[in-house]
């Protein structure tokens, strides 16, 4: 069984920046799809970004593209999420998570996913 645990978040000022670590225990991701989703009050998890089980393909949603980059960190056992140039719309709680099997493709679905972490809030300022 696989332990996810987000960290990274906190309060920034718009056009600030942070960056979103996604670590691993238990079980390695190193070989497995991670995605990272978001939830705003009162509205779905949304799709953030998504990277495959070698890092060769990743994904992002339109509304941080060119902001936000997911990356592995094959040593540390961990995903990242850099995110640049922070609006205030991207304030959300930021979950990561990842599959059960072996998968060279990304995934956009929250339900596609086995495993979660339990979030790490990010509120970005006006």
């Known amino acids: 069984q696989i332990q996810l645990v987000e960290s990274g978040g906190g309060l920034v000022q718009a056009g600030g920046s942070l960056r979103l670590s996604c670590a691993a225990s238990?079980?390695?991701?190193?070989?497995?799809?991670v995605g990272w989703f978001r939830q705003a009050p009162g509205k779905e998890r949304a799709f953030v970004a998504a990277i495959s089980w070698q890092g060769s393909t990743t994904f992002l949603a339109d509304s941080v593209k060119g902001r936000f980059t997911i990356s592995r960190d094959n040593a540390k056992n961990s995903v990242n999420l850099q995110m640049n140039s922070l609006k205030p719309e991207d304030t959300a709680v930021y979950y990561c998570?990842?599959?059960?099997?072996?998968?060279?493709?990304?995934?956009?679905?929250?339900?596609?996913?086995?495993?979660w972490g339990q979030g790490t809030q990010v509120t970005v300022s006006s």
């Open positions: 238990g079980r390695t991701v190193n070989s497995y799809p």
């Open positions: 998570a990842t599959k059960a099997r072996y998968s060279d493709y990304v995934f956009q679905e929250p339900s596609d996913y086995d495993y």
